[in-house]
Nanobody, 115 residues
Framework: QVQLVESGGGLVQPGGSLRLSCLVPGSIFSQYSMSWYRQSTGKRREWVAVVYRPGNANYQDFAKGRFTISRDNAKNTVYLQLTSLKPEDTAVYYC?????????WGNGTLVTVSS
């Protein structure tokens, strides 16, 4: 089974920043776009951002101007830089390759924004 390993979450105050990382098997990373999703308690998992193989990206409206997605093709790693964090950004964050029907979610990394 393919393993995605998310890391970098933690407790941060409102207005703070974090950088999330996701290590992806090279056979997948080199071929597909990569997205970040998040899931808050009691809510459905929602898409946050996507980065394509050339490096261009798209964002959900709530992420525009605050979050930055990027990928390091040499390290098979996708990042999500979170800034100006708000309490409503509290969630478990997951990465996912752009594969239709993908179901091998990692454990995610928990981001808690609280004073």
């Amino acid at each position: 089974q393919v393993q995605l390993v998310e890391s970098g979450g933690g407790l941060v105050q409102p207005g703070g920043s974090l950088r999330l990382s996701c290590l992806v098997p090279g056979s997948i990373f080199s071929q597909y776009s990569m997205s970040w999703y998040r899931q808050s308690t009691g809510k459905r998992r929602e898409w946050v951002a996507v980065v394509y193989r050339p490096g261009n990206a798209n964002y959900q409206d709530f992420a525009k101007g605050r979050f930055t997605i990027s990928r390091d093709n040499a390290k098979n790693t996708v990042y999500l830089q979170l800034t100006s964090l708000k309490p409503e950004d509290t969630a478990v964050y997951y990465c996912k390759p752009g594969i239709s029907g993908w179901d091998s979610w990692g454990n995610g990394t928990l981001v808690t924004v609280s004073s």
